[in-house]
């Protein structure tokens, strides 16, 4: 099913492509670029174990594009800081967590409506996810010994963004994307809560992501920005299981549970 819907995005991406009329003249490369700054609200969940994490994020982002004609090269990143608490063999609260995300897009802008005026922009990429949730030398409420967890997921961004141009100089931009889940990693720092332990690093390989977001734009002087509320979430299904070792002999199996995450926050954007 996954391959499927793979395999029908970029379908659809490529057929955009070779819709796109050529271009009549060689344009000059445009080069833009923004900054800004997110907030959002995470909830982490294991179901078949009744773990949980939910906690509040902040942290900037950075984008640059080149442009030629109807062909764009992007690249953007993000780093954010968040305090979650934890729900399973007890309770911790405001536990440290670190994310950094960076993505690397190939796009087609096509104009559409009166006088070419709107834009309807496929892309398809790379993405690389980066999680540190730092429970190490924590205790729970129940006894429970705490231990930091890195995750990361390597995807292929799908997507469709649309620019509408309204009255007043104000766009609006919809934007829908799938995550194509290429693989992913877990490290278990379980050394951190037994002595003696060994750490666990799993290997997931099933799983996928869906993002949409909603964004304004209008200008504060001559300066453009766009502002706007944007959903994420990730879908992954149980890992790979790893060996367990004790004192240096493998005791046991351990494995990452199958868990979903979801981001809701809103988003402020200044061009130049």
Avoid at 110 to 115: I, K, S
Avoid at 194 to 205: F, I, M, P, T, Y
Wanted: glycine share 14%; charged share 20%.
């Amino acid at each position: 099913m996954k391959i499927a819907m793979f395999a029908a995005a970029l379908g659809a991406t490529a057929m955009c492509v070779l819709a796109a009329p050529p271009a009549l003249a060689q344009s000059a490369l445009k080069y833009s670029g923004s900054l800004g700054i997110e907030t959002h609200y995470q909830d982490y969940r294991e179901p078949s174990i009744s773990v949980s994490e939910t906690g509040y994020f902040v942290g900037g982002t950075a984008e640059g594009r080149i442009e030629s004609d109807i062909w764009q090269l992007r690249g953007d990143i993000r780093y954010a800081v968040g305090s979650m608490d934890y729900t399973g063999s007890g309770r911790i609260n405001d536990i440290d967590d670190t994310v950094f995300e960076g993505r690397l897009l190939v796009a087609v802008s096509m104009p559409f409506g009166d006088g070419g005026a709107h834009r309807a922009i496929s892309y398809v990429g790379y993405g690389y996810r980066y999680l540190l949730d730092e429970l190490g030398g924590r205790t729970s409420t129940t006894g429970a010994r705490g231990y930091d967890r890195i995750s990361q997921y390597h995807y292929v961004p799908i997507g469709l963004e649309t620019v509408i141009a309204a009255a007043g100089g104000w766009t609006f931009k919809p934007t829908v994307e799938y995550d194509y889940f290429i693989s992913g990693s877990q490290d278990s720092k379980l050394s951190q809560a037994v002595a003696g332990l060994g750490d666990l690093s799993n290997s997931q390989d099933s799983g996928y992501g869906l993002r949409a977001s909603f964004m304004a734009g209008t200008k504060l002087g001559t300066v453009p920005v766009e502002f706007g509320p944007f959903l994420r979430y990730w879908n992954i299904d149980n890992s790979d299981i790893g060996p367990v070792s004790y004192n240096g002999v493998t005791v046991a199996g351990g494995y990452e549970p199958a868990n979903e995450t979801v981001e809701v926050g809103l988003a402020v954007k200044v061009w130049f």
